[in-house]
């Protein structure tokens, strides 16, 4: 079933623009609602909805929460939270649908859309294509008196606060980048209560600087703040705080390919892996392959956007999974990425193995890879663009089982995606610099 509106991670665009404006968040809202009411056999349900500290996010909660409504829903705010702790608290409760409104690391134009099912777990393409189908609906004017709840907050620091032992993290120094985002009224409070001394950056939201220059998207201040103050651990979210990346103690940064590698490893030592599976996306580094299949495991992947992954752990059975961009999916958890759960269970490793992160990344070795993202005017179909098919034809011919090529167009964004990785660096900057000339040829990119 094709979508129209949905990419890889819910609904996304310019707030005010053509999609993300008031009365769309209502009609999608309203589909949903039909939606979730019938797959409960046409009984009322309770919608929860969280956002981020977006400007945006209130007059978008007030459309969504009318929507619901019309649509036979009981709308219910959990207020500004993280992702995940949304994903939670429909999970921990009788709640049959989970609306986030959030744009994830995009800058604080742009706003979103997403959702989740019962138990927490983010749609599947054909419950997004149903509910699209469902948006000519007629929408009833109701009263919309929008009510709150302020235990998901609550519930979801204390789950994350026992993942650890009491005290375990007492004289450790960390950077906490927030993004300015969901994240800032949760993670400094969870580390803190573990007994570590928080150094934050990225914790004054305002309303129009999430993300901007500070998150996980911009790790750079996060590395410098390590150094500087010779903290243990760097630790950044993005602005709705399903991702993570970290920065070791000397101020060099791990993305999420390092971090599942260091979980997954560690947990195959233990002999605690289920089903000795990692679950990453074709968006991996292979030195993710070449690290668990050399420590028992194995590896599967999945097209890009984590409730791919989260859908193949589910049919496999694993509880680890993730992307490179951070997106750390602990099963045994949180059924979604979760960025604090990812950046605990590192934590967790280092206090099992007495080593620092900068020894604890060594049992991955990347692959050289460089990546493009190319604005393009218009998403031709990659298959009508002879020039870049055969760029691409040509390049994975000489690299065979040495290295892969991956052209995509992004999900959420108008930017065709590059990626190369090889044996060298050198054979992978020329392979890039060859398909993105493929592009330039064919595509208008701005």
């Not at 005010?16 to 409960?40: C, K, M, Q, T, Y």
């Not at 691409?392 to 892969?404: C, D, K, V, Y």
Request: proline share 4%.
């Amino acid at each position: 079933m094709s979508r129209k509106y949905f990419g890889t991670d819910g609904v996304r665009g310019p707030y005010g623009g053509p999609v993300i404006n008031e009365e769309f968040a209502a009609r999608l809202a309203h589909a949903a609602a039909i939606w979730s009411r019938g797959a409960d056999g046409g009984g009322a349900v309770k919608g929860f909805i969280g956002r981020d500290t977006r400007g945006s996010g209130g007059a978008l909660e007030a459309a969504v929460a009318r929507g619901l409504r019309a649509g036979g829903a009981e709308p219910i705010s959990l207020g500004v939270l993280p992702t995940p702790a949304v994903a939670r608290a429909v999970r921990e409760s009788d709640a049959r649908l989970g609306v986030v409104i959030t744009a994830s690391h995009n800058p604080a134009a742009d706003n979103g859309i997403k959702f989740f099912g019962p138990s927490g777990v983010k749609l599947t393409d054909e419950q997004e294509a149903t509910i699209e189908s469902l948006l000519g609906a007629p929408i009833a004017v109701v009263e919309n008196e929008l009510v709150g709840a302020g235990g998901a907050v609550t519930g979801y620091i204390a789950a994350a606060q026992a993942l650890l032992p009491a005290g375990a993290l007492a004289g450790w120094r960390v950077v906490l980048d927030t993004a300015n985002g969901a994240t800032c009224r949760t993670s400094p409070v969870v580390l803190r209560g573990l007994g570590a001394e928080v150094i934050g950056i990225g914790d004054a939201p305002d309303g129009t600087n999430i993300n901007a220059g500070v998150g996980s998207e911009h790790p750079e201040p996060l590395a410098e703040k390590v150094c500087v103050t010779g903290a243990r651990l760097g630790i950044a979210h993005d602005g709705d705080g399903d991702r993570c990346v970290l920065c070791d103690e000397r101020g060099d940064v791990l993305d999420g390919d390092e971090i599942l590698t260091i979980l997954a490893t560690h947990a195959l030592s233990l002999g605690r892996l289920v089903k000795n599976t990692l679950v990453v996306t074709v968006q991996s580094n292979l030195g993710v392959d070449a690290a668990l299949t050399a420590a028992g495991g194995r590896v599967l992947r999945t097209s890009v956007g984590d409730r791919y992954v989260i859908e193949r752990m589910l049919a496999e059975g694993a509880t680890l999974g993730g992307e490179s961009s951070g997106h750390i999916i602990c099963a045994d958890v949180s059924p979604t990425g979760d960025g604090l759960v990812a950046a605990l269970k590192v934590i967790e490793v280092m206090l099992a193995t007495g080593q620092p992160l900068s020894e604890l990344r060594r049992v991955m070795k990347k692959f050289p890879q460089l990546t493009a993202a190319l604005k393009v005017r218009e998403k031709k179909p990659l298959e009508s663009l002879p020039a870049v098919v055969a760029a691409i034809a040509a390049l994975e011919a000489e690299l065979g089982t040495q290295g892969r090529v991956l052209v995509r167009y992004s999900g959420t964004e108008a930017k065709l995606r590059l990626l190369v990785e090889g044996p060298t660096g050198e054979v992978v900057r020329d392979g890039l610099a060859r398909i993105e000339a493929a592009v330039r040829a064919e595509l208008t990119v701005q």
